[in-house]
T-cell receptor, first 113, second 114 residues
Framework: QQQVKQSPQSLIVQKGGISIINCAYE??????FPWYQQFPGKGPALLIA?????SEKKEGRFTISFNKSAKQFSLHIMDSQPGDSATYFC????????????FGTGTRLQVFP | EAGVVQSPRYKIIEKKQPVAFWCNPI?????LYWYLQNLGQGPELLIR????????DSQLPKDRFSAERLKGVDSTLKIQPAELGDSAVYLC????????????FGPGTRLTVL
């Protein structure tokens, strides 16, 4: 019940295309859902995050869509660029467990020119 | 502003040897985390500190792993003795105290146990 399932494992997108990564969770006590971006040799960096009181959050080319009833959330990268090539992790946590982040398994995104 | 600093960046040791990792968090961040990241996986929390106190070490294998955060700033994570399965990236992160505070990650230490 503590798991966060992420798909796909890898994704190849043409420059200018839309990248979509999906995550699903079981624990309804989760109340904070961040996405992290990790480049090779670097630590993960927070990209965008959402709380379940809204269904969508947009920051620039990055959008989180959240479906509370389905317990699913997704990251959409519009106009994907080669510089977006990285590994993306979804995560979930809840204030009930002092914000312990539970990470998905990651999606390796490659954007080709 | 300096980010989370970790050293060494890479470490290669033989099994049964001891190893230690060091982390210097962002100035002013009271909360410090150590994560384990296996190849192709997301980070998994090993231990979390609030100042000097370890408030969540439930995932730390205490038979061989230990950690300390003296004076509530820098932290060290030690493995003794190391096993082949300990090969992974060890990430340190820090945050301000309080619900929902963003965690900032260091670059990690890549450990290879031969």
């Amino acid at each position: 019940q503590q798991q966060v399932k992420q798909s796909p494992q890898s994704l190849i997108v043409q420059k200018g295309g839309i990248s979509i990564i999906n995550c699903a969770y079981e624990n309804t006590a989760f109340d904070y859902f961040p996405w992290y971006q990790q480049f090779p040799g670097k630590g993960p960096a927070l990209l965008i995050a959402i709380r379940p009181d809204v269904s969508e959050k947009k920051e620039g080319r990055f959008t989180i869509s959240f479906n509370k009833s389905a317990k699913q959330f997704s990251l959409h990268i519009m106009d994907s660029q080669p510089g977006d090539s990285a590994t993306y992790f979804c995560a979930a946590t809840g204030s009930y467990n002092t914000d312990k982040l539970i990470f998905g398994t990651g999606t390796r995104l490659q954007v080709f020119p | 502003e300096a980010g989370v600093v970790q050293s060494p960046r890479y470490k290669i040791i033989e099994k049964k040897q001891p190893v230690a990792f060091w982390c210097n968090p962002i100035s002013g961040h009271n909360t410090l985390y150590w994560y384990l990241q296996n190849l192709g996986q997301g980070p998994e929390l090993l231990i979390r500190y609030e100042n000097e106190e370890a408030v969540d070490d439930s995932q730390l294998p205490k038979d061989r792993f230990s950690a300390e955060r003296l004076k509530g700033v820098d932290s060290t994570l030690k493995i003794q003795p190391a096993e082949l399965g300990d090969s992974a990236v060890y990430l340190c992160a820090s945050s301000l105290s309080g619900e929902g505070s963003e965690q900032f990650f260091g670059p990690g230490t890549r450990l290879t146990v031969l």
